[in-house]
Nanobody, 125 residues
Framework: QSQLVESGGGLVQPGGSLRLSCLVS????????IGWFRRQAPGKEREGVS?????????VYADSVKGRFTISRDKAKKMVYLEMNSLKPEDTAVYYC?????????????????WGQGTQVTVSS
């Protein structure tokens, strides 16, 4: 059974950094693109933040995080990371990782079929 578990969220001051981790089980990263999404408020739509292709050679970022966030993965550890720098209050959200049986990096939510439970990130002074 496919499972994704996020960790690393917390409270950070504006301008600070956090690294989110996503541990996957029940499937291999060779056959799944892994994306990070966020929901900034209850009832608001989930926004695609970043994704790494199943080959690991391609990444994609939302315009709002380009130059500040970096996605990476460690196949041996079955981990996918989201390094977040220069955090802003508007980055406050619940962050989810998700898996897609899709060859390319994508930020289309409907491409993803397995989701984690989410981790809260709060950026505030």
């Amino acid at each position: 059974q496919s499972q994704l578990v996020e960790s690393g969220g917390g409270l950070v001051q504006p301008g600070g950094s956090l690294r989110l981790s996503c541990l996957v089980s029940g499937f291999t990263l060779d056959y799944h693109a892994i994306g990070w999404f966020r929901r900034q408020a209850p009832g608001k739509e989930r926004e695609g933040v970043s994704c790494i292709s199943r080959s690991g050679s391609t990444t994609v970022y939302a315009d709002s995080v380009k130059g500040r966030f970096t996605i990476s993965r460690d196949k041996a550890k079955k981990m996918v990371y989201l390094e977040m720098n220069s955090l802003k209050p508007e980055d406050t959200a619940v962050y989810y990782c998700a898996a897609a049986t899709y060859p390319s990096a994508t930020l289309t939510e409907s491409d993803f079929d397995s989701w984690g439970q989410g981790t809260q990130v709060t950026v505030s002074s």
